[in-house]
């Protein structure tokens, strides 16, 4: 049995959510006479649901920011907002997760997005956390992707510790990179103080948007993450 909600704000935009039993669903947005239809990946579980309720929101309030801007090009839009996100952080996170969402709705299907990876970025915003409090790192972490070796490493600085997990990467499509870490080493002061060998469960980003200092990325745990490019890798 469907169950549906309403949502408007004040500004006149509308939401209309209808949710299924089915592992899929769609949020109808009403902007300036216009229907833009937004999909929500739906699961059973809490952290599931909880993912729903977040991208609802965040859909809500990009739709609502449209509205002030009286523009009808969502993806300009959008384009911009995570621009001024990666590069000051002071977009609201329900405003930086909309614009996310709805480039991932309009993306690409046939852009090689891996091949363009290559370099060191900056992870800006994670909605796979659960307090929006966090969703803009509060750490230094950086993405480091080699795609002639075809390895990466994840390396967060807090204070003097670095630390740091590396591993392989294979594409299972032009935008989808799978990625298991397998070494972690941890250093303080220029001196490691431990390496050894892991072995963590394989994940995927979908890379769907990318310019380019900026993409963006759907996590298999759920989420989307924002990067900017910093620099290129240096090999």
């Not at 977009?91 to 996310?100: D, E, F, N, R, V």
């Not at 972490?141 to 003097?160: M, S």
């Amino acid at each position: 049995m469907a169950q549906t909600c309403d949502w408007r704000s004040t500004g006149g935009v509308s939401l209309h959510l209808r949710q299924h039993t089915l592992p899929a669903r769609r949020v109808q947005i009403q902007l300036q006479n216009r229907r833009v239809a937004l999909p929500i990946i739906c699961s059973e579980s809490t952290k599931a649901a909880k993912q729903i309720k977040s991208e609802s929101r965040a859909q809500a309030s990009f739709a609502e920011h449209l509205h002030t801007q009286r523009s009808t090009n969502m993806g300009e839009v959008a384009a911009h907002i995570l621009q001024q996100a990666a590069t000051s952080k002071n977009i609201p996170p329900y405003l930086t997760l909309g614009a996310a969402l709805c480039l991932e709705q309009n993306r690409g299907s046939n852009t090689d997005n891996l091949a363009k990876l290559h370099g060191r970025w900056r992870m800006v915003f994670a909605s796979t956390t659960g307090a929006t409090l966090f969703w803009y790192l509060p750490v230094k972490e950086y993405k480091h992707i080699d795609t002639k070796t075809k390895t990466c490493d994840l390396v967060t600085y807090l204070g003097p510790f670095k630390t740091s997990f590396s591993g392989a990467y294979s594409a299972s499509s032009d935008q989808e990179m799978r990625f298991q870490f397998t070494t972690l080493v941890i250093s303080a002061f220029g001196r490691t103080l431990l390496e050894c060998p892991i072995s963590l469960a394989e994940k995927q980003y979908t890379y769907y948007w990318l310019q380019e200092n900026l993409a963006c990325a759907r996590s298999s745990g759920g989420g989307i993450v924002l990067l900017n490019r910093t620099a290129p890798l240096q090999v």
